[in-house]
Every structure is written in C-alpha cells, then in structure tokens.
C-alpha cells in the first residue's frame, strides 16, 4: 500500500507542476478596448474550442479535476 502512495504522490506532483505550466501558456482574458465595442467577438474568438487556446482550457479542467481528485485520495489514506 505504502508503494502505491508513493506513486500517486509522484503523478500528484507531476500534475501540479503540469497544471501551473498549462495556466501560464494561456493567453490573457481581457481583449482591452476591443472588448468595450465587441471587436473581440471575432471569428477566431468563435472557433476557440479548436485552436491552440480551446485546447489549453481543456486540458486545464482535466489536470484540475485530477489535482483534485488524487488530492483527496492522498488526504483519505492519511486517516486510514
């Protein structure tokens, strides 16, 4: 049982250091002026889910729902 803490822990640290480094790829959410008149509102700003920026948010609420997830299972251990 001991080794297979150890492995999660392992992915867990993976996970968060992947998660931080998916966050800071992301572009910022503010567009500046062109969001007051609607310039943001773009054809790109329309197919986002299959650009490199869709990709990016997909992938953050899954390393998210993991780091959440093994978070709880290593807490649950500890009480075992």
Do not use: C, H, P
């Not at 567009?31 to 609607?38: F, R, T, V």
């Not at 650009?51 to 992938?59: A, F, R």
């Not at 998210?64 to 500890?78: K, R, T």
């Amino acid at each position: 049982m001991e080794v297979l803490r150890i492995v999660l822990m392992v992915v867990y640290i993976i996970a968060s250091i992947a998660l931080a480094v998916v966050i800071l790829m992301q572009e910022g959410k503010s567009q500046g002026l062109g969001a007051i008149s609607g310039a943001a509102d773009t054809y790109w700003g329309k197919i986002k889910g299959r650009s490199l920026e869709g990709k990016l948010e997909l992938v953050t609420k899954i390393l998210a729902v993991f780091f959440v997830v093994a978070a709880l299972i290593l807490n649950m251990q500890s009480f075992g």
